[in-house]
């Protein structure tokens, strides 16, 4: 069965510390490796990541694919409270249109 | 970008009464569209892919009886949830795939809160 692991799943940090979120996949046919920040509404689109080694970087996130390990981070630098939020790992599959396969999401909380 | 509404945004009902949840893609033509559910504090759970023009696919453990979907046309999908209990209290999002296969390029509506009484 295919899945999706994010870890930690929940991470309390100060202003202006760096956070990593993790995300293991387990899933036939990879596609791609999508990261969305969950606020009190629906997800936003972060990034997509599809090849191995290359960083994505979006002002203070970035994240990284490793196919090899099957796994991706999604950094987080100079944290705001702004930043608080649930993210989001999901994985696209190549057949078709099959839907992403969602990990439970990480919990970040900054505090001021 | 492409924009996904649903309607309403909130809706509260009695136990036993039926809910319309819509969802519509405004700007680009969506074969496929997903609805998800989420209880607080959890991450989204795939309820069912609704394609248009044919029956939807539920997920494992998802009654098709109670959550009707309906995919009429390339931009509008709906979900009735059917004699809807308290335990049916939930987040609802819908999802649309900007393009067949595509399913990276999935924009997701701002989910309608639904509470029973």
């Known amino acids: 069965e295919d899945k999706v692991v994010q870890s930690p799943l929940s991470l309390v940090v100060h202003e202006g510390d760096t956070v990593t979120l993790n995300c293991s996949y387990e899933?036939?046919?990879?596609?791609?490796l999508l990261w969305y920040k969950q606020e009190k509404k629906a997800p936003t689109f972060l990034f997509m990541l599809t090849s191995s080694g290359i960083e994505k970087k979006s002002g203070r996130l970035s994240s990284i694919l490793d196919k090899k390990e099957l796994s991706s981070i999604l950094n987080i630098t100079a944290t705001q409270t702004g930043d608080s939020a649930i993210y989001l790992c999901a994985v696209a599959r190549i057949s078709g249109n099959t839907p992403l396969v969602f990990g439970k999401g990480t919990r970040l909380s900054v505090i001021a | 970008g492409a924009v996904v509404s649903q309607h309403p945004s909130r809706v509260i009902c009695k136990s036993g009464t039926s809910v319309k949840i819509e969802c519509r893609s405004l700007d680009f033509q969506a074969t496929t569209m997903f609805w998800y559910r989420q209880f607080p504090k959890q991450s989204l759970m795939l309820m069912a892919t609704?394609?248009?023009?044919?029956?939807?696919?539920?997920e494992q453990g998802v009654e098709k009886d109670k959550f009707l979907i309906n995919h009429a046309s390339l931009t509008l999908s709906t979900l009735t949830v059917t004699s809807a209990h308290p335990e049916d209290s939930s987040f609802y999002i819908c999802?649309?795939?900007?393009?067949?296969?595509?399913?990276?390029?999935?924009?997701f509506g701002p989910g309608t809160r639904l509470l029973v009484l």
């Open positions: 899933v036939t046919n990879f596609r791609s």
């Open positions: 999802s649309a795939a900007l393009a067949a296969g595509a399913q990276e390029t999935q924009y």
């Open positions: 609704s394609n248009e023009g044919s029956k939807a696919t539920y």
